[in-house]
């Protein structure tokens, strides 16, 4: 066992507290809040004229944009719980499901070229750039099934176990939706900053020089660390439900902010770090966009990237860890780093076919949105096709709010299912969990077939 466990403190239902990290955000979150407030009414006269031209648009529809708005609503929740069913109910079969599908959709170019006779078969050697996404998609897709195959069976009722404890614990996905809608917020109010404050900057051949544009700068740095501290904020509180939920206690959504606030000040690091990496993403990508070199932009663009992979990989369980046993910013991204270290394996997995397994759940909620928005236009417009492809088209847009909550909810719970796996399995955690009987007996086969193939 560790030092601390997020599950005594809920067990003697005392959790630790960091006052003075809280009155430090508190005035930054305030500071960014109010400054963003006064800068959108300020330049709310301007967009008087643009909310104008609408209204007699809404006038005359409010009661279609009322059920509209009420069916996405629904169709929002029907379609989150369906989507936790579905991974309770199929698991590795999802995978399946979503390894079929990548593999029909990256040689789905070639065989549309081909059957269409715009190439030939003589021809696809002088083509072959267009088959790679086909074959690192089918090589990874034969490497999972017959190498680690024991794996993707486990990482299946992992997949189960997902959708066991959305259903069990709704309120997993409030954490990611709050987020969603800060994010949307915030860009607002930045873009409201901006263009209130700082106008110059938003035109396109805009030369910026640090002497002058210092205060753009430290608005960029602020914007940065409200939305990427707001996101791990989330992500921990939603981490931290799972994981007394897993420990065999009924957790509450209070329970896992007071989780999050516990290692306030890890968080603020942690951010803060995270903010130092998108900088510095920030300025090789700006760099590489100037060079004059091909052969330059390349290294920049993929230096970029790798930096970005690199340091997601390093915190793949930095919040997890961080949480549940209450790790400082650095213990907690050595911790993270050696657990990748020991299961590289499993995370790769959960980056692939669980990915994919989640992408055929986002499937479902896009067609099910296309499919009621077709009813809707068909009914409105009483069988007009134009209309019925117009709403189609719209309730296809507004599904991207559902899938994108559900598969944020989906990979947090995940990751945080496959750390306390991994612990229970090293003997760190003991006793009671919430894991049913079966399905524990089913992920221990798993792992003792996976720990076979490796020796």
């Not at 009414?41 to 708005?69: C, E, H, K, R, V």
């Not at 993707?152 to 709704?170: F, H, N, S």
């Not at 007009?384 to 991207?400: C, N």
Request: proline share 3%; no cysteine; charged share 15%.
């Amino acid at each position: 066992m560790t030092v601390a466990d997020i599950y005594e403190y809920h067990e003697k239902k005392k959790f630790p507290s960091h006052k003075g990290a809280i009155a430090g955000l508190l005035i930054v979150f305030g500071g960014f809040i109010a400054l963003g407030v006064y800068a959108l009414y300020m330049i709310l006269d301007s967009l008087t004229g643009i909310i104008t031209s609408f209204l007699p648009l809404l006038a005359g529809n409010m009661w279609l944009i009322g059920a509209a708005l009420l069916g996405i609503i629904g169709l929002s929740l029907a379609m989150g719980l369906l989507a936790s069913l579905a991974a309770r109910r199929l698991g590795g079969t999802l995978i399946t499901i979503g390894a079929l599908f990548m593999n029909i959709l990256t040689w789905g170019i070639v065989i549309f070229l081909l059957a269409t006779g715009i190439l030939s078969i003589s021809q696809v050697g002088e083509w072959w750039p267009i088959m790679i996404p086909g074959l690192i998609t089918l090589f990874i897709t034969l490497l999972l099934f017959t190498v680690f195959r024991d794996r993707i069976r486990r990482a299946g009722e992992i997949i189960k176990l997902t959708g066991q404890v959305t259903l069990d614990e709704k309120g997993t996905f409030i954490p990611p939706l709050l987020t969603m809608i800060f994010t949307l917020v915030s860009a607002i109010l930045f873009a409201s900053i901006l263009a209130y404050f700082m106008p110059q900057v938003l035109e396109l051949d805009y030369v910026f020089t640090p002497e002058r544009d210092w205060p753009y700068a430290i608005g960029v740095v602020v914007y940065l660390f409200v939305t990427i501290f707001f996101y791990n904020f989330a992500y921990s509180t939603t981490s931290a439900i799972t994981y007394i939920y897993m420990r065999g206690r009924d957790p509450t959504l209070g329970d896992g902010v007071r989780s999050s606030l516990g290692v306030l000040g890890a968080l603020v690091v942690l951010s803060i770090m995270s903010v130092i990496i998108a900088i510095v993403r920030l300025a090789i990508r700006g760099a590489a966009s100037r060079s004059q070199s091909a052969i330059g932009r390349g290294v920049g663009y993929a230096a970029e990237g790798i930096i970005g992979w690199v340091w997601a990989l390093v915190n793949y369980f930095t919040i997890p860890a961080m949480v549940a046993e209450e790790l400082s910013a650095t213990k907690a991204i050595k911790r993270s780093a050696g657990l990748v270290r020991k299961n590289f394996v499993d995370v790769l997995i959960k980056e692939t076919a669980v990915r994919w397994a989640f992408g055929v759940l986002a499937f479902m909620i896009f067609f099910g949105f296309a499919a009621f928005g077709a009813l809707f236009g068909w009914i409105y417009s009483n069988g007009d096709i134009m209309i019925t492809i117009v709403m189609t088209m719209v309730f296809v847009v507004f599904a991207s709010i559902p899938s994108t909550l559900v598969l944020r909810t989906f990979d947090i719970v995940y990751v945080t299912l496959l750390y306390v796996f991994i612990r229970r399995k090293e003997g760190e955690i003991t006793g009671k969990t919430a894991i049913p009987s079966s399905l524990n007996q089913e992920l221990d086969r798993a792992y003792t077939r996976a720990q076979r193939s490796e020796e």
